[in-house]
C-alpha cells in the first residue's frame, strides 16, 4: 500500500477507526487531511478501548509516524487532552510519532462557542453539528481571517492576529447574539499556553510527508466523516465543513493528487447518521430501534443515538464512484444476524421518476426508497474468520451488495476487535 486512503463511504460512523488501526500495521505515515475533533474513531485492543479525535488511529502502533495535516480543523485543547489521555494508558506520543502541520487552522474555546450559537439561530434548519467548531473554523479560513497553529507559537505574531479576530467575533456575540463579549487577554493566554505544549509537534507535515513518500514510506489516509457529509457532494447543507473523501487529500495534506493509488470505503452493511438531513433509508419503525440496539448505534463523540435504516446500494455507487474506490470494507455484518430478513435499496423514486444514479444536487425531500429482500442468516457470525465460515444466506448478502456497489467488496468486519474481520478471497466475488 505505497499510497492509500480509507474514506467513510456513508454518513460516517462506518466503523473507519477500527480498520485504520489494522491497515496502520503495514504503514509508516497514517495521515489525517480534514475534519478535527468531531471525529470519534473507536479502536478496540484487547479488550481495551480508545477513542481517537483527532489523533490518527497509527499511533497505537509502534514506529508509526501519525501526521495531521495542513486540512484538519485543530483543537489544539482536545488535541492535548488525547495525548495526555493515551500518554496515561501506556501510548507513546512525542514529537517523532505525532507531527502537527504549522498550517493546520485553530480552533478556540470561542470557535466551539460559535458554533452551538450558529445552530441555535439557525433554528428549525439546524445541521445538527458535534459542537466542536468546525464550520466556523472553516469560515475564516475561507474569509481569511483564521488562525493557524503557527501563530500559537510566539506572542508577538498572536496578540494582533487574534485581537482582530475576536474584535469581529465579539460585534457578532454583542450585537446579533446578543451574548457577553469574549475576554481577549484570557484567550491570548490560553492560547500561549496551549501553543507551548503544542510546539514539539509542530512540523512542515506536507513536505515531510512528501520526502517519506518518495524515500518509499508507505502512506495511509485517514478519512473522517463520510463522503455523503461532503462539503461539496454530499447532502448539502446538512454536511460537515470539508472534503471528506479522497478529494479532501491534495489540499489537505500536501500530497499530489496523482500519487494517491488506492481508495478503500468503509461502509457499514445498513446505513446510519447523527444530526439532520437527509437520509432516503432511514427506518423510523421497529426496524430501526432494532438495528440501533444491536449495533449500539451512539455517537462516539456527542453520544447521540443515531438514526438508523437499510443499506443503500443508489448512494454507494454514487460515493465510491466519485472516491475512485478501488475496494469496498463492509462492517458491522454481524448486527444483522438479529433479523430474519434484510432490504437493500436498489433505486429511488423522486418526483415521479424512478432513479438508479444518485441524484446529486437535488433536493432528496419526499425521495422514496425502492427496496429488494434477502433472507437473513439468523446465527452468531462473530467468529467467522473465513468466507466459508460465514451461512450461505450471509454470503449471498454480501455477493448482492458487491454486484450492487459495482465495487469489489475486499474485506468484512465481524465484531469490534482488532481480529474479527474476514479478508476476502477471490471466490467471494465470482
Ligand atoms: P460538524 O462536522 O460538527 O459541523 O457537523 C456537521 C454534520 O456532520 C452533523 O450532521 C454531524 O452529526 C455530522 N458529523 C460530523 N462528524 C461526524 C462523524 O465523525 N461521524 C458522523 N457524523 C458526523
Not at 44 to 59: D, Q, Y
Not at 107 to 115: A, M
Not at 225 to 238: K, N
Not at 263 to 289: N, S
Request: charged residues 25%.
Amino acid at each position: 500500500m505505497p499510497s492509500t486512503c480509507v474514506f467513510g463511504a456513508q454518513w460516517g460512523d462506518e466503523g473507519k477507526g477500527k480498520i485504520i488501526d489494522r491497515m496502520a500495521a503495514d504503514a509508516d505515515c497514517v495521515v489525517r487531511y480534514q475534519g478535527g475533533a468531531n471525529a470519534g474513531h473507536t479502536v478496540v485492543v484487547a479488550g481495551e478501548k480508545f477513542v481517537l479525535h483527532l489523533i490518527p488511529s497509527g499511533i497505537l502502533h509502534k514506529g508509526t509516524v501519525n501526521m495531521i495535516g495542513g486540512g484538519v480543523a485543530l483543537d489544539p485543547a482536545k488535541l492535548l487532552e488525547e495525548v495526555d489521555g493515551l500518554r496515561e494508558r501506556g501510548v507513546t506520543v512525542e514529537g517523532q510519532n505525532l507531527r502537527v502541520s504549522a498550517s493546520a487552522h485553530v480552533i478556540f474555546e470561542f470557535t466551539r462557542t460559535l458554533d452551538g450559537l450558529a445552530e441555535r439561530w439557525k433554528g428549525d434548519g439546524r445541521i445538527g453539528t458535534t459542537g466542536r467548531g468546525i464550520g466556523p473554523c472553516y469560515a475564516d479560513k475561507a474569509s481569511r481571517s483564521g488562525l493557524r497553529v503557527a501563530d500559537l507559537l510566539s506572542r508577538e505574531r498572536l496578540q494582533p492576529r487574534l485581537e482582530r479576530l475576536l474584535a469581529e467575533k465579539n460585534a457578532l456575540m454583542t450585537g446579533v447574539y446578543g451574548e457577553e463579549p469574549f475576554d481577549v487577554a484570557a484567550e491570548l493566554e490560553r492560547s500561549l499556553a496551549l501553543g507551548e505544549r503544542l510546539a514539539p509537534f509542530v512540523a512542515d507535515v506536507g513536505a515531510e510527508l512528501r520526502d517519506a513518500h518518495a524515500g518509499g514510506a508507505r502512506v495511509l489516509f485517514e478519512g473522517a466523516q463520510g463522503a455523503l457529509l461532503d462539503i461539496d457532494h454530499g447532502t448539502y447543507p446538512y454536511v460537515t465543513s470539508s472534503n471528506t473523501g479522497t478529494a479532501g487529500i491534495a489540499a489537505g495534506a500536501g500530497f499530489p493528487a496523482n500519487q494517491l493509488e488506492d481508495a478503500v470505503g468503509i461502509a457499514k452493511a445498513y446505513c446510519t447518521r447523527v444530526g439532520e438531513g437527509p437520509f432516503p433509508t432511514e427506518d423510523h419503525g421497529a426496524e430501526g430501534q432494532k438495528i440501533r440496539d444491536e449495533g449500539n448505534e451512539y455517537g462516539a463523540t456527542t453520544g447521540r443515538p443515531r438514526r438508523c435504516g437499510w443499506f443503500d446500494s443508489v448512494a454507494m455507487r454514487f460515493t465510491c464512484d466519485l472516491n475512485g474506490a478501488t475496494g469496498l470494507i463492509v462492517t458491522n455484518l454481524d448486527v444483522l444476524s438479529a433479523f430474519d430478513e434484510l432490504k437493500v435499496c436498489v433505486a429511488y423514486h423522486l418526483d415521479g421518476e424512478r432513479l438508479e444514479r444518485y441524484p446529486s444536487g437535488r433536493d432528496l425531500d419526499g425521495i422514496e426508497p425502492e427496496y429488494v429482500t434477502f433472507p437473513g442468516w439468523g446465527t452468531d457470525i462473530t467468529g467467522a474468520r473465513s468466507w466459508d465460515d460465514l451461512p450461505a444466506a450471509a454470503q449471498a448478502y454480501v455477493q448482492h451488495l458487491e454486484a450492487l456497489s459495482g465495487t469489489p467488496i475486499v474485506m468484512l468486519s465481524v465484531g469490534p476487535e482488532r481480529d474479527q474481520v474476514i479478508p476476502m478471497a477471490v471466490e467471494a466475488s465470482t
